[in-house]
């Protein structure tokens, strides 16, 4: 059974930086891909990014794009999102996920697992 578990959530302000970690386990992750979606209150789950097993291929929603880096650690079965210059739209809880490497990326419902996910508020 695949488990995730995100960290390095947290306030910060408009503007700011901020990386948020999701460790992989119960299987060998290189034949996953892994997501990063996020959710607000009262709002859509978001896709925000996704990455490829080998780590080659990305993918951005479109409110991210250039703001936010999407990597992964094999060897150390973590990915990583890399979120800088910040806005209070970014504010929501960040959810890990990953699933079959053939997967839609943009679509929440073709991924297996989900972590409990960590909140990001980003305050004015």
């Known amino acids: 059974q695949v488990q995730l578990v995100e960290s390095g959530g947290g306030p910060v302000q408009t503007g700011g930086s901020l990386r948020l970690s999701c460790a992989f386990s119960?299987?060998?992750?290189?034949?996953?891909?892994m997501g990063w979606f996020r959710q607000a209150p009262g709002k859509e789950r978001e896709f925000v990014a996704a990455?490829?097993?080998?780590?080659?291929?990305?993918f951005y929603g479109e409110s991210v794009k250039g703001r936010f880096t999407i990597s992964r650690d094999n060897a150390k079965s973590m990915v990583y999102l890399q979120m800088k210059d910040l806005k209070p739209e970014d504010t929501a809880v960040y959810l890990c996920?990953?699933?079959?490497?053939?997967?839609?990326?943009?679509?929440?419902?073709?991924?297996?697992?989900w972590g409990q996910g960590a909140q990001v508020t980003v305050s004015s």
């Open positions: 990455i490829r097993s080998l780590g080659y291929t990305k």
């Open positions: 119960g299987r060998p992750m290189t034949a996953y891909t």
């Open positions: 996920a990953t699933g079959p490497d053939y997967l839609s990326p943009r679509k929440s419902d073709e991924y297996d697992y």
